[in-house]
């Protein structure tokens, strides 16, 4: 005991501005330190045992820990339902996707069989439209080689009748044709 009173004494005759420093006296310093927490125990232990006050911290800490536990337990639940509620919308877009691609190439095919088709038409049309064309200059080339045919035949009639007539011969073809149009003028009428 005399050791615990010279410690407090000892306390008391710290120099006031100097340093702190190790108290490397083993049997001065612990029992100070076991007084005091034994002093602190009984004082606000009275009628509590060290014992229950030490279960009743492990069960407050014990039931901090499950809470954790269910906390995390929960939100990882949580985690998980999102987690398949994500790859459930993932597999529906991807659906989706899948669709729109198909979709895509089953348009791009009906554009290609429509252009084909069209351009088809429009192929018939102009070879409609080129056979159409050389008919017509067929026709045309044909009616410039009758009229030229015709206007070279006149010419030579005219020639071989001008060079044949005479003026008697001539004014009894001009008679025979003024009285061929009499005659059709008294039938007409």
């Known amino acids: 005991m005399k050791n615990v009173t010279d410690s407090f004494v000892s306390l008391g005759h710290w120099p006031s501005a100097g340093s702190f420093g190790f108290n490397t006296d083993i049997l001065a310093t612990n029992p100070i330190n076991l007084s005091v927490v034994l002093g602190v125990l009984i004082f606000f232990g009275k009628g509590v045992c060290a014992s229950c006050l030490l279960s009743d911290l492990l069960d407050n800490r014990k039931q901090r820990i499950l809470n954790t536990i269910r906390n995390s337990e929960e939100?990882?639940?949580?985690a998980i339902e999102q987690l398949e509620k994500a790859r459930s919308r993932l597999r529906k877009v991807e659906t989706e996707a899948e669709q729109f691609r198909v979709n895509g190439y089953s348009e791009i095919e009906r554009e290609k069989l429509n252009l084909i088709n069209s351009t088809y038409k429009t192929l018939e049309q102009l070879e409609n439209y080129k056979n159409e064309t050389i008919q017509f200059e067929q026709q045309r080339a044909?009616?410039?080689?009758?009229?030229?045919?015709?206007?070279?035949?006149l010419r030579g009639a005219l020639g071989t009748l001008n060079s044949c007539l005479n003026n008697e011969l001539h004014l009894r073809t001009i008679s025979a044709n003024i009285g061929m149009l009499g005659t059709m003028k008294e039938i007409t009428d």
Request: aromatic share 6%; hydrophobic share 40%; glycine share 6%.
């Open 75 to 78: 939100l990882r639940e949580g």
């Open 142 to 153: 044909i009616n410039q080689v009758r009229q030229r045919v015709f206007q070279q035949a």
